[in-house]
C-alpha cells in the first residue's frame, strides 16, 4: 500500500509527518516544492504532479487551499483523474464545497474508484498531535476501509452519510466557529475596558460554561500578540461564505454568521488575510 498526499501546508505537514511516523510510504505534490522540503526530509518522495501521484500511490489525500484548488488537483491537465488506477481511494480533507464533492464522487465512480470527503477540525495543533476530528462523506464501506490510517491523523472520526455530508458536517462546524472567534474576541475587548487581568480572566471563562477550543487554543496567543495562522483568515472567510451559499440552497437566514462573514471580510480588506483568525481583534484595536 502506498500512500499519496497533495499540498503541503501547515496541516498538509503536520499530518503527513503523522503518517510517515506510521511506517507508511507516501508520495507528495505540493504546488510549491519548496514549501514541501519538510517532509522530504522526513522521507515523503517527491512527484511532479498529481497524475504522477496518482500513478505510484494506490490512496490519495489532497489538502489544499480552495475548491478551485481542489478542482486544479483533481481534474487538471495533469490532474488525479488523469492517471487515476481502477479500484484507488481519493479522500478530499480540503474544507472545500458539498457540491464539489458530490461531483469527485459522481465522476470517480464512472471509473471505478473510491472516493471520500474527510474534512478536518482540530487546527494545526491537531494536525501536528494527530489529534484531528474528522468528518466523513461518502460510501460507508470505503470509510470502513480507510478507518486505521484516518485513525494515525485523528482521535474523532464519523461517518455522516453520501458524498458530501462530511463538508457539510464541517460547515456546521464553522457556522460554531463564527460564534466562538466572535465571542471570544469581544469577550476580551470588554474585559480589557473593564481593566480585568486576562489571562485570569481566560482561566475562569475556560473552565466554566463558557469553555470553547477557540478561546484555549487562540486566548493565549492573542494575550501573546500571536497573530500568526494557525488557521489563515482567508480561509476562514472562504468557509463562512461556502456556508452562507449552503445555507441559501437550504433557504435559511444565518444572520450571526452573515455578520461573522461581514468581519472577517473587513479583515481581509485591511490586510489581514494571511494572519490567523485570532487577528480578529484588531479590527476592535484599529476603531479605538
Ligand atoms: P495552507 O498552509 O495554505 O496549505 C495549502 C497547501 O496547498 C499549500 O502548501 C499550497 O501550496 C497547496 N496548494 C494549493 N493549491 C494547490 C494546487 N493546485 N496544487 C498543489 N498544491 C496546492 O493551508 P492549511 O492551513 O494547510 O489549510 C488547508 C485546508 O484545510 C484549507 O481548505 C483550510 O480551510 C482547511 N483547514 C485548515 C485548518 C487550520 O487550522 N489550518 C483546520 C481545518 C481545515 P503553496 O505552497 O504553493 O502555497
Known sequence: MKLGFIGTGVMGTGIIINLLKANYP??????????????????AVWADTPQAVAEQANIVFSM??????????????????????????FIDMTTS???????????????????????????DIGAKKGTLTIMVGGKRSDYEQLRT???????????????????HAKMANQIMIAGTM?????????????????NQLLDAVGTGSGANWSLSNYGPRILAGDYAPGFYTKHFLKDLRIALDEAKRLHL?????????????????????????QALIKLYQSTK
Open 26 to 43: 507516501v508520495v507528495v505534490y505540493n504546488r510549491t516544492k519548496a514549501h514541501a522540503q519538510t517532509v522530504i526530509d522526513r522521507g
Open 182 to 198: 466572535t465571542g471570544l474576541t469581544e469577550m476580551l475587548v470588554y474585559a480589557q475596558a473593564a481593566h480585568l487581568d486576562l
Open 253 to 277: 437566514n444565518l444572520p450571526a454568521t452573515t455578520l461573522a462573514e461581514k468581519l472577517y471580510a473587513e479583515m481581509s480588506e485591511k490586510g489581514l488575510g494571511n494572519s490567523g483568525t
Open 64 to 89: 489544499v487551499g480552495y475548491p478551485q484548488d481542489v478542482e486544479q488537483v483533481y481534474f487538471g491537465k495533469q490532474g488525479l483523474f488523469k492517471s487515476a488506477k481502477s479500484h484507488s481511494y
Open 97 to 123: 464545497t458539498p457540491t464539489l464533492a458530490k461531483k469527485i464522487a459522481e465522476l470517480g465512480a464512472r471509473d471505478h474508484l473510491h472516493i471520500l470527503d474527510a474534512p478536518v477540525s482540530g487546527g
Open 149 to 167: 490510517i484516518f485513525e494515525v491523523i485523528g482521535t474523532k472520526i464519523h461517518y455522516f452519510g453520501p458524498a458530501g455530508s462530511g463538508q
